[in-house]
């Protein structure tokens, strides 16, 4: 009893300093993304000018996007704000968990976790870019080729905006796919091998996926889909590069 005490009370500064880094992580965290909601809130006309470009300028643009209450583009600008911030804080985010991960890894796992790191951000934004600029425009123009006489349609502004914050942060997550599958590799729940042995499944289970994240026209999930096939293969090609570099190093040390 008296050496679990004492094994304890040896543990407790440990901890604490512990705790105390991650909360010093945190607050940087919590300020950066405090100083990005700012700069976006005050520059919240022009990005809603832009964010609302593939609706206004596609081949079957609508005439008006309307607000249908009077505190909805209060709210519009808060989305904006909020999820703009965090979309811009991610690679601070992420250099802070490094920060407090970093220390306690040894110099072999630091060589694969620093590049996954680094590979998260730029997956995420490609992801959220290639949905603004590619597959957003071909969902509207799908969505808006319906129509009927005698029924007008009248865009709402806080509805297309969670259509389009919903494809760019599903395109920016299944981005990272090869970043998934590389950390479990790495970790010892699957092998390139099984990775190999898998693709037939998981193919079928990407344009599963694609068609539960997406509306259900067959653009978005076709065009959600072949990246991601992509990414799968270029996820056991990293495994094999990152395999046989970490192996050629260790064996030179």
């Known amino acids: 009893m008296l050496n679990r005490l004492r094994r ?24 950066f993304l405090g100083v990005a909601m700012l700069g976006i809130y005050i520059f919240k006309e022009a990005l809603l000018d832009i964010l609302i470009i593939p609706l206004t300028r596609g081949e079957l643009a609508p005439e008006d996007i309307v607000i249908s209450s009077v505190t ?31 220390p306690g890894l ?3 796992e630091k060589r694969w976790v620093a590049p996954l790191l680094m590979a998260m951000p730029v997956l995420f934004y490609t992801g959220g870019l290639f ?17 009927q006489p005698g029924l007008t349609l009248l865009p709402n502004v806080s509805d297309y905006l969670k259509m389009l914050f919903n494809f760019g942060f599903a395109f920016g997550l299944a981005f990272n796919m090869p970043v ?24 079928i289970l990407i344009f599963i996926f694609s068609a539960i994240v997406t509306p ?6 076709l065009f959600l889909a072949l990246p991601l096939i992509v990414l799968y293969e ?7 590069w990152m395999g046989s570099k970490t192996s050629t190093k260790s064996s030179d040390s």
């Open 234 to 240: 270029l996820a056991i090609i990293a495994a094999v």
């Open 72 to 102: 909805e583009l209060f709210f519009v600008y808060l989305r904006i704000t909020t999820w703009g911030g965090l979309f811009l804080t991610m690679p601070v985010l992420l250099f802070q968990i490094w920060r407090f991960i970093g």
């Open 131 to 147: 949905s603004y600029f590619v597959v957003l425009p071909l969902a509207l123009n799908f969505f808006l080729g319906f129509s």
């Open 216 to 221: 259900p026209d067959p653009f978005s999930q």
């Open 106 to 108: 040894y110099s072999y």
């Open 180 to 203: 998934l599958l590389v950390l479990m590799i790495k970790i010892g729940i699957t092998s390139v091998a099984k990775l190999r042995a898998w693709r037939r499944f998981a193919i």
């Open 8 to 31: 304890i009370n040896n543990l407790t500064p440990a901890v604490i300093r512990h705790l105390q880094e991650l909360r010093t992580r945190l607050l940087w965290a919590f300020a």
